[in-house]
């Protein structure tokens, strides 16, 4: 057993290790690790793979999937667009966005929420003519808070939940984490949205901002349909509407003629085409919330709302196929159902109709369409599609009937009457047959290496526990804090979790961190509740560095922020959550 347990320990020394370094996957180094605990008999055979039927791994993946259907149906947009506004004091800003953002990490996964919102953000800190980097750390960091509040906000919570049930019988409920998670939250935003945005450091330029988050802005052409006119509706009357997605309405096409000037006060009709001007994702929006369609929307069913569509970007190199000729002429929309929607030519305006205007190198196309069409349609025009610059189209009108799915399937999972994976499966399956996700979305939603590095890590955790690793560690903890108050083991196990997962991805520190909080309650005889939930609260906080948690990671960039700025509002963050959090704890779970 000696040799084992230090076998075991020194494989999961060299993890970590390797884990923090960071050259090599982290998915990667938990199988090879996985691997070599089997070589070296510290897994049994049939239990090596015994992590990939685990139920957090499979709830964990059903959750990603319900967060992209959710996103498709355009309900996190719809809620966002309601609270965002850029003409609010910054503090007031901060406050409000961090409240939605900790309120839709506790429905919906807590890195889809900031995918969601940060576009949104960076879109208000434009127009405010400030820095991204002075709200997208809060932003982040809010987030984080937020996924503490339920069982399916964040990882750590499922593991968590799965792990009591495995020693005790009984998960944790959909809103067990609720009292903790909401104190944590409530402290954490206020924080932020006060004092911590000030802590961040001002070398952030505009300039810097705006670089990162360019995009070229295309002229674009949408198609009017009956549903989509009001009485005596003119184009002026849609300039609040334009204004407010950052749209330039430029004209009107009727009859397959250019209407002269801005035709501002020419009434619309259906089957007439306006003529736009923006960045892809301006232009999705305002063709969503306006009701219209793209041209050649007549001869795809189901027209904007039609499931699994895609804009994408992509540049004409010299010698293109299309160079020289219009996608009429090339039959681009018969060919390979996919509408060219605008194109992009160095911020130059043009008369000619999109599908008529004569391609050159150098211009950026915007193409629509389902993507497997759309990269067959790339490669035959002999273009590149641009990394990263892809916009979903989103489902407006499913909005209310997504989220109907959803609340339901939280009532099933919090009445006991489905356990939470078969519910999150129902609506999953839901999601698919209208059209929200398709059968590839089903798949590229889910985070594959975080389900692999998941997977691997469990029979590692459960052979530290076995052979006396976790037991070991929490004799030590106990031992030193030997003679003080009972708390005082508590924040112990806090700070050394908090720790771990500043550096760690924090599935692999709820893993570890888990079976020493049974350990440590075993040995003082107290409640192993207060423990467990000491270490759901404690692995979600990742807030000294950008790599402990992705949220904090996917802000690097756009928030021009470097490694060395986290601490100064993640520190004074953390000691505020063992503030708020250990007596809280104390008070909903007792030792």
């Known amino acids: 057993m000696q040799t084992e347990l230090t076998q075991i320990f020194g494989l999961l020394v060299v993890v970590f290790t390797l884990l923090v370094w960071g050259r090599i996957r982290y998915d990667l180094v938990a199988f090879g690790a996985l691997i070599l605990a089997a070589v070296l008999g510290l897994v049994p055979t049939e239990d090596i793979f015994s992590g990939f039927g685990h139920s957090a791994v499979a709830i964990i993946a059903l959750v990603l999937i319900v967060s992209r259907g959710l996103s498709s149906s355009g309900a996190v947009e719809l809620i966002a667009s309601k609270f965002i506004d850029s003409n609010r004091p910054l503090p007031l800003h901060i406050a409000v966005v961090a409240a939605l953002a900790a309120g839709l990490s506790a429905i919906i996964n807590n890195v889809a929420a900031l995918a969601l919102l940060m576009p949104l953000d960076i879109e208000a800190a434009r127009k405010a003519k400030r820095?991204?980097?002075?709200?997208?750390?809060?932003?982040?960091?809010?987030?984080?808070?937020?996924?503490?509040?339920?069982?399916?906000?964040?990882?750590?919570?499922?593991?968590?939940?799965?792990?009591?049930?495995?020693?005790?019988?009984?998960?944790f409920g959909m809103f067990d984490f609720a009292p903790v998670g909401l104190a944590v939250a409530i402290a954490g935003i206020?924080?932020?949205?006060?004092?911590?945005?000030?802590?961040?450091?001002?070398?952030?330029?505009?300039?810097?901002?705006?670089?990162?988050?360019?995009?070229g802005r295309y002229v674009a052409e949408l198609r009017i349909g009956e549903q989509t006119l009001s009485e005596d509706m003119a184009v002026e009357d849609l300039y609040a509407k334009a204004n407010d997605?950052?749209?330039?309405?430029?004209?009107?096409?009727?009859?397959?003629?250019?209407?002269?000037?801005?035709?501002?006060?020419?009434a619309l009709r259906a089957g007439d085409f306006l003529v736009v001007e923006g960045e892809p994702k301006a232009i999705e929006t305002f063709m969503g919330q306006a009701g219209f369609?793209?041209?050649?929307?007549?001869?795809?069913?189901?027209?904007?709302?039609?499931?699994?569509l895609t804009l994408a970007e992509a540049i004409v190199p010299d010698g293109a196929r299309i160079q020289g000729r219009t996608s009429r002429s090339v039959n681009l929309l018969q060919r390979h159902s996919v509408t060219l929607l605008g194109v992009a030519r160095e911020g130059t305006n043009f008369l000619d109709r999109v599908r008529l205007l004569p391609i050159r190198a150098g211009d950026v196309l915007l193409l629509l369409g389902t993507p497997d069409r759309v990269?067959?349609?790339?490669?035959?025009?002999?273009?590149?599609?641009?990394e990263g610059r892809k916009t979903q189209v989103v489902q407006r009108s499913k909005a209310g009937l997504s989220i109907g799915i959803f609340m339901l399937a939280v009532a099933l999972a919090v009445f006991g009457l489905v356990p939470l994976s078969v519910a999150l499966g129902c609506a999953v399956i839901a999601y698919v047959a209208l059209g929200l996700v398709s059968g590839h979305e089903v798949y590229a939603s889910v985070e594959w290496k975080v389900i692999v590095l998941l997977a691997?890590?469990?029979?590692?955790?459960?052979?530290?526990?076995?052979?006396?690793?976790?037991?070991?560690?929490?004799?030590?903890?106990?031992?030193?804090?030997?003679?003080?108050?009972?708390?005082?083991?508590?924040?112990?196990?806090?700070?050394?979790?908090?720790?771990?997962?500043?550096?760690?991805?924090?599935?692999?520190?709820?893993?570890i961190a888990a079976p020493i909080s049974m350990s440590i309650a075993a040995a003082t005889g107290t409640n192993p509740d207060t423990y467990l939930m000491t270490v759901?609260?404690?692995?979600?906080?990742?807030?000294?560095?950008?790599?402990?948690?992705?949220?904090?990671t996917l802000i690097l960039g756009p928030g021009g922020y470097r490694f060395g700025d986290f601490w100064r509002m993640g520190l004074p963050l953390e000691i505020i959550v063992i503030c708020v959090a250990v007596p809280a704890i104390l008070l909903v779970w007792p030792l």
């Open 375 to 386: 990269e067959e349609a790339t490669e035959w025009l002999g273009v590149l599609p641009l």
């Open 190 to 215: 206020a924080f932020v949205s006060l004092v911590g945005w000030r802590l961040l450091p001002s070398r952030t330029s505009m300039l810097d901002t705006e670089k990162q988050v360019a995009q």
């Open 293 to 308: 369609d793209f041209a050649g929307s007549e001869k795809h069913e189901g027209g904007v709302v039609a499931p699994g």
């Open 245 to 266: 997605a950052d749209i330039h309405i430029l004209g009107l096409i009727r009859n397959g003629k250019r209407v002269r000037g801005l035709a501002r006060r020419q």
């Open 536 to 552: 759901a609260v404690a692995a979600s906080c990742a807030f000294l560095t950008p790599i402990g948690h992705k949220n904090n």
């Open 131 to 171: 820095a991204a980097g002075q709200t997208l750390m809060p932003l982040s960091f809010a987030t984080i808070l937020g996924g503490m509040i339920t069982l399916i906000g964040t990882p750590p919570n499922i593991v968590i939940s799965e792990y009591r049930q495995s020693v005790l019988g009984e998960p």
């Open 456 to 511: 691997s890590l469990i029979p590692l955790a459960e052979a530290f526990e076995h052979f006396g690793g976790a037991k070991l560690i929490a004799n030590q903890i106990v031992s030193l804090t030997d003679g003080y108050p009972a708390w005082v083991s508590l924040v112990a196990l806090m700070i050394v979790t908090m720790t771990l997962s500043d550096f760690l991805n924090n599935v692999a520190t709820t893993l």
